[in-house]
């Protein structure tokens, strides 16, 4: 029984156990460390419990039944995950080593414990299978039976031959270890015949390994048809499924891709991908290999051209997977965005036309949110506020906008509120200004507008203002313009209604200068008297030459100007005994307003 033991289980397991290990270094999936731990803990155990039960029978079946269930809870989850591929184990050597060390340890500590008494009797010679050892192997056998039905149920159109084979080496096993809860010996006809069973099921685990070999050849094994099997499975799908060897052709073409670029599978099978869609990617292909060789796989957006010419954007999933065959495959997923980029291109030129609107206008813009935060603001508004728009970008209103009022020095309602608040333009009050960063206070005129969105519903508000400083300067020259010209047209209506009762006084003194019988006395006091009144006239005709000056500017002589202005200050100049000296180097003309020059 030994020498069979070793060679139908032991040999043959630990070769399996050797081609597991190989194909889990090149794909590093848990199903298959999983269901190397399984077969080596068998092997193992087979020999491991004869060996150390000649003496005890109890413990022969102990260590033998323990290991069965634990080499098949190892197998059914080995299969369960091999048909569902997990996550990737790197680095595998790690994993493998340590996986097949902790199954041999676990191994170790059942052998010690069933020696040393520790566990439950198992079997007892003449009286046969105790209520634990029905409930160990039992739960073997269903384990192993299970894992057998995944094998043969799931994708059974791709199953490898190594599947094949290995589900009714499994079975096997299943119904050897099942014989074996009845007999009461181990002398039985029952009990050779489900070792027999179970000895067959090695001979199909061989027979599994060997058609592994042949099929791939390479030293390795594998549960599923991986690339074929998921070409058929995703053949329906809407994406465009492409498998194709690293560095060289198509070998998978689905229906998917057949729609989107317009080549079926006929055309594009055993042509090279980049070649045959005229691939842009983002990068030199080269990084895009190396993170594939690093990660697994890669995911960006790629620019491929239809068999019409049309350029096609798609976000693309690049799945490095290394088959049975040892050859690097490609698994590319392809879904076309091309109207999706297209409206985002759209409004992206939209917005920056917007924004390049808003930046180049005039006026200061600040745009918020609802909650008053600020969400665009231009230069214009930068320079006002003191305010640069990165820094602005999030900050609450009334801390970059800061107002007041002129004249009172309170602060106003936030706009931003007031908006909402009434669901329309909304303008600043009278004498309000701004307080820059820097301290600097302007007046503004400024108002507020909702912005809705699609639904009517109120999303943000934009303010708009400008500075006044210069409107007030404006208004201030023009006040003082029209005061100026106010007082000139009373000065005229003055000297013009001074002036005719003046000529009449001058034509009085020239009767008295005239007349001989006047004494002298009199007529001197006439004359000095004529004097003052031609001073007076010529004043009032200087006043009332104010207001009929031309409004428009015209050509002056600044000598003449100066005349005029002598003219009228000649006696308070006299009297306060000054001593004017009037030197023009300049003889020629300029155009302006005499009476401005004057003044």
Known sequence: RLALNFVFLTLVFLFVAYLVGRSFLSRSTPGLLLL?????????????????????????????????????LCHLAGVSLSLRPKRALNPAGLWLASGYVVALLALGLISIFTIDGRLPIFFVEGQGSTTVRHLVLGSAVAMFALAAILLRTTNR??????????????????????????????????????????????????????????????????????????????????????????????????????QLYGYSESEALGRVTHELLKTIHPMPWQEVEARLRKSGNWEGELRHFTKEGR???????????????????????????????????????????????????????????????????????????????????????????????????????????????????????????????????????????????????????????????????????????????????????????????????????????????????VRQQASTAGEELARVTQMTRHMLSFQREAKNPVPIKIGEVLDNVFALYERKIESAGIQVEKQVDFEGEFIGLPGEIRQ
Request: aromatic share 8%; with cysteine.
């Open 311 to 521: 350029e096609v954007v798609v976000s693309a999933r690049h799945q490095l997977v290394v088959g049975a065959d040892g050859v690097e495959r490609i698994l590319e997923t392809n879904r076309d965005i091309t109207d999706r980029k297209r409206a985002e291109e759209a409004l992206r030129a939209s917005e920056e036309r917007w924004s390049t609107i808003l930046r180049s206008i005039g006026d200061a813009v600040i745009a918020t949110d609802a909650n008053g935060r600020v969400t665009f603001m231009n230069e214009v508004a930068a320079k006002l506020t003191g305010w640069q728009p990165s820094e602005a970008q999030g900050r609450a209103l009334e801390e970059v906008f800061n107002i007041v009022n002129e004249v009172t020095r309170i602060k106003p309602e936030n706009p931003v509120a007031n908006v909402i608040r009434m669901g329309q333009v909304v303008g600043l009050a009278n004498h309000t200004a701004l307080i820059g960063r820097n301290g600097t206070e302007l007046p503004i005129e400024d108002s507020g507008a909702p912005i809705r969105d699609k639904d009517g519903q109120v999303t943000g508000v934009v303010l708009v203002f400008h500075d006044i400083s210069d409107k007030r300067r404006a208004e201030k020259a023009l006040r003082d313009s029209e005061r100026l010209a106010m007082t000139g047209r009373m000065a005229a209506t003055l000297a013009h209604e001074i002036h005719n009762p003046l000529d009449t006084v001058g034509g009085l003194l020239f009767l008295i200068d005239q007349n001989p019988d006047a004494p002298e006395t």
């Open 157 to 258: 159109k791709s199953l490898s031959p190594f599947a094949y084979w290995y589900s009714y080496a499994l079975a096997l096993f299943a119904v050897g270890l099942f014989g074996t809860l009845f007999p009461s010996s181990f002398s039985s006809v029952l009990f050779w015949t489900a070792r027999t069973t179970q000895w067959l099921g090695g001979v199909y685990m061989l027979i599994a390994a060997i058609a592994s070999v042949r099929e791939s050849r390479v030293w390795g094994i594998y549960l599923e048809a991986a690339l074929q099997q998921q070409s058929d499975l995703l053949r329906l799908s809407f994406d465009a499924i492409i498998v194709w060897r690293l560095g060289g052709v198509i070998e998978s073409w689905n229906r998917g891709a057949e």
């Open 36 to 72: 190397g731990c399984g077969v080596l803990i068998w092997g193992v155990g087979a020999v491991a419990s004869i060996v150390l039960g000649r003496r005890d029978v109890n413990v022969a079946v102990t260590i033998f039944n323990l290991g069965a269930c634990l080499a098949a």
